[in-house]
């Protein structure tokens, strides 16, 4: 998945907000668990301290304070219960301190001395050995005569830390499970929130300046999504109607001067013929009747451009062997080839179906062979290749002339583009034969690609979509060499 789209950002944003909230809630719950369990001891702890507040206060009254400690171990039993017990008056003096329990789990000896407060009731927290910890509760008596105790009571915070530890590993065991589900849901939930955006893209794909007349799928939501649907078909159609208003300006214009221009070019070959004309005169009318035939050509191509952009190639498809319309055109093309000793080659499996128009598709190949004889040097050779590969029938011409530059490369099937300008007018080329190239073979749905290594020669290649064989003819091999 490319890490820069903004499916992954999503799914990646979605799930460390998802897993950062639960790391949260884990901390929270851990710390409230915490404090709760430390709450419930320390209330534990107090409750024992008054119940022996009480009881000394009693023994006191009655004289009898020494019998305290024996109460103490007869009711309570701290040292079987693991708990902690010590009672010191005023003067700092131990009137009781409960003995080791007998798990040997901490001793009473060790434990910090007590801390006078202002306070009736405290609690802190002792450490033991081992990272273990005891809580202390504390709490202050003021007997009527005078006399002042402070009453400890204390347990180890095992099973406390225990269950922290049992929740923090459960907290741990389950961030990954919370990770995997925040990714698998995320990935679920942001494909569902960006499916139209994937249809919307894929229509957009699939439209061009041929079928501008396509809309974008707006799906009802009330959304951003439809917004943007109806604001790029918006775009759309404003696009489709200068296309439109291009392609009539092209076509009339152009249509507008083929008249004219015929006309022109008929008094322009009447007058050169005139005898009386000097011979300076005669080259002067020569040379312009070269420019009207060559603005007549591009006036041509123009009008030839706009027809297959407004569809016109579609009207007239038949199906038809490409392989056998390649020979033929090849053997006409041969005369061509002739004046500078090129040889043509052709290849051509029969049985190549296409279905189109039958003209524009020979414009095609005739075009393309016409550019490679052009910049073929003398004795160079021409090669023309026609065969089926999977459900496509493509068309190759490959020469052994100058080639192209690479900076060149991808513009020379724009229009009016000439890789040695200078070269292609003294050639009578304008720039609009590759051009037308490709508006026939996007009609036809299909492309038309171009290959070259300056100095040694250029491959185009056309694909088109195949159709089934119409004929019973058998696959043969046919080469024509001129």
């Not at 004046?339 to 075009?367: F, H, P, Y």
């Amino acid at each position: 998945m490319n890490t820069r789209s903004l499916k992954f950002q999503l799914i990646g944003w979605y799930a460390v907000v998802l897993v950062a909230g639960f790391g949260l809630l884990g901390v929270a719950t851990y710390l409230a668990l915490q404090s709760s369990l430390a709450a419930s001891l320390k209330e534990n702890l107090l409750r024992r301290a008054r119940q022996i507040s009480q009881l000394l206060r009693e023994e006191s009254q009655g004289g009898n304070e020494a019998r305290v400690g024996k109460e103490i171990q007869a009711r309570y039993a701290p040292d079987l219960n693991e708990r902690f017990v010590r009672i010191t008056r005023a003067d700092g003096a131990l009137l009781y301190l409960s003995s080791a329990p007998k798990s040997q789990s901490f001793d009473p000896a060790t434990l910090p001395p007590p801390i006078v407060s202002d306070q009736a009731e405290t609690s802190r927290v002792a450490p033991l050995v081992g990272g273990r910890k005891m809580l202390l509760a504390a709490h202050a008596l003021k007997l009527p005569g005078g006399a002042s105790y402070l009453i400890e009571t204390g347990a180890p915070m095992d099973e406390v830390q225990a269950d922290l530890r049992n929740w923090l590993r459960f907290l741990l065991a389950m961030l990954p499970v919370v990770a995997a589900i925040a990714l698998g849901g995320g990935y679920v939930l942001v494909k569902r929130a960006l499916l139209p955006v994937d249809q919307i893209a894929a229509s957009a794909q699939r439209i061009s300046s041929h079928n501008l007349s396509e809309r974008l799928p707006v799906a009802k939501t009330g959304d951003e999504m439809e917004r943007l649907s109806v604001a790029l078909n918006h775009m759309i159609e404003r696009l489709d109607a200068a296309f439109q208003h291009s392609r009539r300006f092209v076509a009339d214009a152009s249509h507008e001067l083929r008249t004219p221009l015929t006309v022109l070019q008929g008094e322009l070959e009447s007058l050169v013929q005139e005898p009386r004309l000097t011979p300076e005169c005669r080259d002067r009318l020569g040379s312009a009747l070269e420019e009207v035939g060559r603005l007549a050509n591009i006036v041509e191509g123009l009008f030839a451009i706009s027809r297959l952009d407004a569809g016109e190639a579609a009207t007239e498809w038949v199906p038809f062997d490409l392989a056998q319309l390649a020979a033929a055109t090849a053997d006409q093309m041969a005369l061509l080839a002739e004046d500078k000793k090129i040889r043509v080659t052709c290849t051509a499996s029969m049985g190549a179906w296409v279905e189109g128009d039958r003209a524009r598709l020979k414009q095609v190949v005739v075009n393309l062979l016409d550019n490679a004889i052009k910049y073929t040097p003398e004795n160079g050779a021409v090669g023309l290749t026609v065969k089926t590969e999977d459900s496509k029938v493509v068309l190759e011409v490959e020469d052994n002339g100058i080639g192209i530059p690479p900076e060149a490369l991808p513009r020379v099937f724009e229009r009016f583009f000439r890789v040695d300008p200078a070269r292609s007018r003294e050639q009578g080329g304008a720039g609009l034969g590759l051009s037308i190239v490709k508006s026939i073979c996007a009609a036809h749905r299909g492309r038309v690609e171009a290959s070259s290594r300056p100095g040694q020669g250029t491959r185009f290649r056309v694909e088109l979509p195949s159709v089934p064989v119409r004929t019973n003819h058998n696959q043969s091999q046919r080469n024509h060499e001129h």
